[in-house]
């Protein structure tokens, strides 16, 4: 789909921000200050350089503040770099924000003129395509009424509409996939796949990782204002979500002007292989409602070990789910079991020991470990909560955990779904066997 | 540079006259005469300065609402123009956060507004002059060329102060006292027959006494602009423009991050 002719090009670019300490916007403040400015430069990007070629799809990932919306608003001539060149060639439609620049007191209809007018439509343009875009954001008899009687979902709707209505070379699009219902993302998502079929250059700055799985060629990390990574989205992904969470394990998530010095990529990414590939999460103090029980047996520790790294699974591959457990008092005839839900709240799996006819456990006072195993973990990708469980024969919970441990899911197959079903395909070859 | 802005103005024409419709339809839409407005306004002003002149005030001066009438209208276009388009930038910051298009849209639309404004009060000026006994002269020729010179004051002006408003708050402020002070060195209440010689000469260094004055010429005196005056005023305007357009490209690459 992709061919050689470079359309962005972005060289060495680095970009400050200043961030006022205290804003010295009047007169007096400039004559009293003058040569005191407050601020502290806030470094943005330094040094980027990358290419991307006609066609491409591209996504950018990062943890918030890392430099993926600065980037792109270079792209779009909205930022200037201090250092450095970005040449963009061909027509640029960025949605870097939906509805920017709508009108509150005009009608739906006079707002998708002036909103194409400014994504550099003409008039005449925007008649040829009024129906399709009217069409297309499902909003009857609603168009004619002015847009601040519209609900934020049908703000979206109309805003979207506009903006995919242009048939820009490239299009820049800044988080903005999660607009409206599910079936108008499922249409937007389908918008999209016919400009990138029409050999549109997409470039995603996205948190949803799952959906840059799906629908870009190359994934491009940002971290630190730098690039820290790019190529195959599987790779990427894999490489960011595993060092995302261990940062949030660790409490280092928090923002700082200051960027790490140590922020070359081996060694963290060795760090991450080196260690145990298991979460700890959670201390047994942290009571909340999300927990209940006699506590005759109490839930101290789970761990979840797989191939991939902290909290992150490879679907198809195999992961276990270890208990530590108290037991404060003897107990008969009890079980263990495991929940594993969507961030939704749909359940996905559940089951525990009596189910899976284990056997009776009676346990007498102590600490032990039961570990969950699966060989071959089937759900697709995404982020899942587990819920633990230790129950009385009469269902009575001795310790139940809801929510106890998140994990996320990777996939390199772009199978879709809720789980992969073991399977494989067989061809009956015609000519030998008939 | 100043070249290279103009073209990428004239590939965004579409939008700046989208910008150009909305800024008239919403100043007074909400009001019940809405568009009306756009004309009453021009007409209760006239009144007034009748009424007051010529009624209480007792000028000698023939037909003096109408000379000041004349003068208003040119003044009201540059004043409106320059304080609107003054503050257009950091008011419209949502739009220079998130999308590209070429700054200069934003102060050319608010100056393309008062012009329009202009047009619309000769609805006004035009019937006032024919009852005033005045007729139709090839001098009127000359509006179309004074509007250009003022316009191009105006947009030069607009495109300086609205780059510098978005680094110093204070012109906002600071600009209606030096318009009003402005307003009293422009011959618009008075005419410069008024003043001794040597200030006259000194009130035509300023450019918008060279517009005012091009004005009353046509439409008051029959008479063609002065030549000299008129060049003298063009010179200037064009290089406030590039000046202007200058000191914006060169203040525009930070606007998304200052606003």
Not at chain 2, 1 to 21: A, D, H, N, Q, T
Not at chain 2, 27 to 44: A, E, K, M
Request: proline share 3%; net charge neutral; charged share 20%.
């Amino acid at each position: 789909m992709t061919n050689n002719e470079t359309v962005i090009s972005v060289q060495n670019v680095s970009k400050n921000f200043r961030v006022h300490l205290e804003r010295n916007h009047t007169l007096k403040e400039r004559v009293l200050y003058a040569g005191r400015a407050k601020y502290r430069d806030f470094v943005a990007l330094s040094d980027v350089s990358l290419t991307i070629s006609k066609g491409e799809s591209v996504g950018l990932i990062g943890v918030n503040g890392s430099g993926k919306s600065t980037l792109l608003k270079l792209m779009s001539k909205i930022l200037y770099p201090d250092a450095g060149s970005v040449t963009v060639q061909g027509r640029v439609s960025s949605l870097l924000e939906l509805g920017a620049g709508f009108h509150p007191d005009f009608s739906g209809r006079e707002n998708i003129f002036m909103n194409g007018a400014l994504l550099g439509l003409s008039r005449k343009e925007i008649n040829t395509k009024l129906a399709e875009i009217i069409d297309f954001s499902e909003l009857g008899d609603f168009i004619d009424e002015p847009v601040r009687s519209y609900s934020s979902g049908m703000y979206m709707r109309l805003a979207f509409s506009v903006a995919v209505a242009v048939d820009p070379e490239i299009i820049l699009i800044d988080e903005i996939l999660a607009v409206g219902d599910a079936a108008f993302q499922a249409k937007c998502m389908n918008r999209l796949r016919e400009l990138r079929a029409r050999e549109t250059t997409i470039i995603i700055v996205t948190h949803d990782t799952a959906a840059v799985e799906r629908f870009c060629d190359r994934v491009i990390w940002m971290h630190d204002s730098q690039v820290k990574m790019e190529g195959k989205p599987i790779n990427c992904i894999q490489a960011y979500l595993a060092t995302v969470f261990k940062a949030s394990n660790d409490g280092s998530n928090k923002m700082s002007f200051e960027r790490s010095e140590i922020s070359a990529p081996s060694i963290e990414t060795k760090l991450i292989q080196e260690t145990t590939n298991q979460v700890h999460i959670k201390d047994f103090s942290e009571e909340s409602e999300l927990r209940w029980g006699t506590g005759d047996v109490v839930i101290e520790d789970i761990k979840v070990s797989s191939g991939s790294g902290s909290g992150l699974v490879q679907c198809g591959e195999p992961l276990a789910i270890t208990i530590r457990f108290c037991v404060k008092k003897a107990v008969k005839d009890i079980d263990f079991g495991i929940g594993i839900f969507t961030v939704d709240d749909m359940q996905c799996y559940g089951t525990n020991t009596r189910l899976d006819r284990f056997g009776e456990i009676t346990l007498n006072p102590g600490t032990d470990l039961i570990t969950f195993q699966s060989s071959n973990f089937c759900l697709l990708p995404g982020s899942y909560w587990i819920d633990v469980a230790c129950s009385a024969a009469d269902t009575q919970a001795h310790d139940y955990w809801r929510k106890a441990v998140q994990i996320q899911v990777y996939s390199d197959k772009n199978d879709v779904g809720i789980c992969r079903v073991p399977h494989e395909w067989i061809l009956r070859d015609s000519q030998h066997d008939l | 540079m100043v070249f290279g802005r103009i073209g990428e103005v004239w590939k965004y024409r579409e939008m700046l006259w989208s910008m150009i419709l909305s800024e008239l339809r919403t100043r007074y839409r909400g009001s019940v005469l809405g568009f009306l407005w756009t004309f009453i306004n021009p007409l209760l002003t006239l009144l007034v300065y009748t009424f007051i002149f010529s009624k209480i005030m007792k000028v000698t001066m023939p037909h003096y609402s109408l000379f000041m009438f004349i003068g208003l209208l040119a003044w009201n276009l540059f004043a409106t123009g320059v304080q609107a388009s003054a503050s257009v930038i950091v008011r419209q910051g949502s739009l220079v956060k998130k999308i590209y298009f070429p700054r200069e849209i934003l102060p050319l639309s608010v100056v393309g507004g008062s012009v329009i404004n202009y047009l619309f009060s000769l609805v006004i000026l035009v019937p006032f002059l024919l009852i005033s006994g005045y007729q139709p002269t090839i001098y009127w020729l000359f509006v179309p060329l004074i509007l250009l010179l003022e316009t191009i004051f105006t947009v030069g002006l607009s495109l300086m102060l609205s780059s510098l408003t978005v680094y110093l708050r204070d012109i906002e402020h600071m600009l209606g006292i030096f318009l009003m002070l402005w307003f009293y060195l422009t011959p618009v209440v008075y005419s410069t027959t008024m003043l001794s010689p040597n200030i006259a000469q000194l009130f035509k260094l300023n450019p918008m006494s060279d517009v005012v004055l091009s004005f009353q010429s046509a439409l008051y005196y029959n008479e063609s602009p002065h030549w000299k005056l008129f060049v003298y005023g063009l010179v200037i305007s064009i290089v406030v423009l590039i000046f202007g357009w200058w000191l914006f490209g060169l203040l525009n690459r930070r606007f998304a991050e200052e606003v």
